[in-house]
């Protein structure tokens, strides 16, 4: 909607807040970053849907996998140091 000064109105609605249910998942949907969650023995617990832009696969074709069946041999050591210790995480990766 405009007004008439030509300014956009905010949609009337339930303002989202991270208190309210699908807030973080609205972000998940919409984030152009991909976010990757694995356990210690690398398997896929979720992968963010932007995901597929970057690798050519579904979310979905990653889930339950692991990630050492994407990853090359020569790169593998970063994962595995990531996935072995109590508080390690790759808090952003270039591809």
Known sequence: MQSEGG???QAKGPKLTPQNPGFYSTILEHIEEAIVVIDRDGMISFASPSIEELTG??????????IYNFIHTEDRGLISECCTGPDKQIKRAEH
Request: aromatic share 0%; charged share 25%; glycine share 8%.
């Open 57 to 66: 696969h579904l979310p979905s074709e990653l889930n339950g996998s692991n």
């Open 7 to 9: 300014n956009e109105k």
